[in-house]
């Protein structure tokens, strides 16, 4: 779990039982691609920001600043975000982005050994480069309207094949301030790890309004520790959720646990002389969980419509009718998604007291 101490605009959900959740940001760019800033300035933001884990993906073949800062070594953004976060508990893992005409479009491989290598003609040789570095590669923004003007994913027999043959392992479904349906739908037909990113080339703040309240979109990876083993392993499991737009999207075996770690009951108990029930859901994790009552009991307080703030809590009178020594709350989780148009469901135990 992150942790920000003061901080309070540091991006933290619970752990989960035998996993550390880590935030990570997959995916950015400095002055050493396309990006307006020195590699310090990602660090200082992700740490602002709780971080976890970043990685510098800088295009290989796309380099406009080069005449000003030129650097043969395209391990250079990473050699020196390294530097900066040292004796600091952010994770820095080195990458690249590949950056080629759709298909295969741009992908990002991290965990290389040497950037330098994978600037070879064939793209599938750089991917065969990245993967004989034993990378994580990923597809980027497939539905990015410059090289898909109706942001549908335009998938290739050049695509299948990569996969087959895992060369892509992951896909974007959340890139910057976009979502895609068709990504999502994707990654849950091919098995392929759900990632979402900022692609960050400006400032964090300014892009995500993080003073007003916003945040950057992360990936939430579930890993047994904090090394880079254990994330390797964790993201070619698939064990992730995407926050974004405080909303929480991933396959229902790593969201349904982030939920149930999130919400639980605080406190419950009879109103005197009634049948009904005072109860206090307390979310300890920074989603805002809106809820649609789906129980058999209405409410006393609220319509069938909660809201669970960020590390707050919600009172919902429950009227059981008769007294009860237990009874099951069901809720539709409707700023989450296991499902393109899929909410998952929330279901908790309350045994009041008497």
Same mark, same amino acid.
């Given at each position: 779990m992150?942790?920000?101490?003061?901080?309070?605009?540091?991006?933290?959900?619970?752990?989960?039982?035998?996993?550390?959740?880590?935030?990570?940001?997959?995916?950015?760019?400095?002055?050493?691609?396309?990006?307006?800033?020195?590699?310090?300035?990602?660090?200082?933001?992700?740490?602002?920001?709780?971080?976890?884990?970043?990685?510098?993906?800088?295009?290989l073949?796309?380099?406009?600043?080069?005449? /000003?800062?030129?650097?043969?070594?395209?391990?250079?953004?990473?050699?020196?975000?390294?530097?900066?976060?040292?004796?600091?508990?952010?994770?820095?893992?080195?990458?690249?982005?590949?950056?080629?005409?759709?298909?295969? !479009?741009?992908?990002?491989?991290?965990f +290389?050994?040497?950037?330098?290598?994978?600037m *070879? /003609?064939?793209?599938?040789?750089?991917?065969?480069? %990245?993967?004989?570095?034993?990378?994580?590669?990923?597809?980027?923004?497939?539905?990015?309207?410059?090289?898909?003007?109706?942001?549908?994913?335009? *998938?290739?027999?050049?695509?299948?094949?990569?996969?087959?043959? !895992?060369?892509?392992?992951?896909?974007?479904?959340?890139?910057?301030?976009?979502?895609?349906?068709?990504?999502?739908?994707?990654?849950?037909?091919?098995?392929?790890?759900?990632? !979402?990113?900022?692609?960050?080339?400006?400032? +964090?703040?300014?892009?995500?309004?993080?003073?007003? !309240?916003?945040?950057?979109? *992360?990936?939430?990876?579930? %890993?047994?520790?904090?090394?880079?083993?254990?994330?390797?392993?964790?993201?070619?499991?698939?064990?992730?959720?995407?926050?974004?737009?405080?909303?929480?999207?991933?396959k229902?075996d790593?969201?349904?646990?982030?939920?149930?770690?999130?919400?639980?009951?605080?406190?419950?108990?009879?109103?005197?002389?009634?049948? +009904?029930?005072?109860?206090?859901?307390?979310?300890?994790?920074?989603?805002?969980?809106?809820?649609?009552?789906?129980?058999?009991?209405?409410?006393?307080?609220?319509?069938d419509?909660?809201?669970?703030?960020?590390?707050?809590?919600? +009172?919902?009178?429950?009227?059981?009718?008769?007294k009860?020594?237990?009874?099951?709350?069901?809720?539709?989780?409707?700023?989450?998604?296991?499902?393109?148009?899929?909410?998952?469901?929330?279901?908790?135990?309350?045994?009041?007291?008497?």
């Amino acid at each position: 779990m992150a942790h920000g101490g003061n901080n309070n605009r540091a991006i933290e959900f619970p752990d989960l039982q035998g996993y550390k959740t880590l935030v990570c940001d997959l995916h950015m760019h400095t002055v050493f691609s396309d990006g307006s800033v020195w590699p310090n300035i990602r660090v200082m933001e992700a740490k602002k920001d709780g971080l976890d884990v970043i990685a510098t993906t800088e295009h290989l073949e796309y380099q406009p600043w080069i005449k /000003d800062i030129p650097h043969p070594d395209r391990n250079r953004s990473f050699e020196l975000a390294t530097g900066f976060a040292k004796n600091s508990e952010l994770m820095v893992i080195n990458g690249s982005e590949i950056t080629r005409e759709m298909p295969p !479009g741009h992908t990002n491989a991290i965990f +290389i050994k040497d950037a330098n290598k994978l600037m *070879v /003609d064939d793209p599938i040789d750089a991917f065969l480069e %990245a993967r004989k570095q034993d990378a994580f590669i990923f597809w980027n923004h497939p539905y990015w309207a410059s090289q898909s003007p109706d942001a549908s994913v335009p *998938v290739d027999q050049v695509h299948l094949d990569m996969i087959k043959n !895992g060369l892509l392992e992951g896909i974007e479904i959340v890139n910057d301030t976009t979502y895609s349906n068709e990504a999502f739908q994707l990654a849950l037909d091919h098995n392929l790890t759900i990632l !979402g990113t900022s692609d960050i080339h400006d400032i +964090i703040d300014w892009q995500y309004k993080i003073p007003s !309240g916003g945040h950057r979109p *992360v990936t939430l990876v579930f %890993a047994r520790e904090k090394t880079q083993s254990s994330l390797k392993r964790a993201l070619r499991k698939g064990q992730t959720v995407v926050w974004f737009n405080k909303k929480l999207i991933g396959k229902s075996d790593f969201l349904i646990p982030l939920i149930n770690s999130s919400l639980s009951i605080r406190s419950a108990s009879y109103i005197r002389n009634s049948t +009904i029930v005072h109860v206090v859901l307390a979310n300890n994790s920074d989603a805002p969980y809106i809820l649609r009552n789906q129980s058999k009991y209405d409410f006393y307080n609220n319509t069938d419509l909660i809201m669970v703030p960020p590390h707050g809590e919600a +009172i919902i009178d429950v009227r059981t009718i008769d007294k009860k020594r237990k009874f099951e709350m069901q809720f539709e989780v409707l700023n989450a998604l296991t499902a393109p148009a899929t909410h998952p469901v929330f279901r908790i135990l309350v045994r009041p007291k008497q």
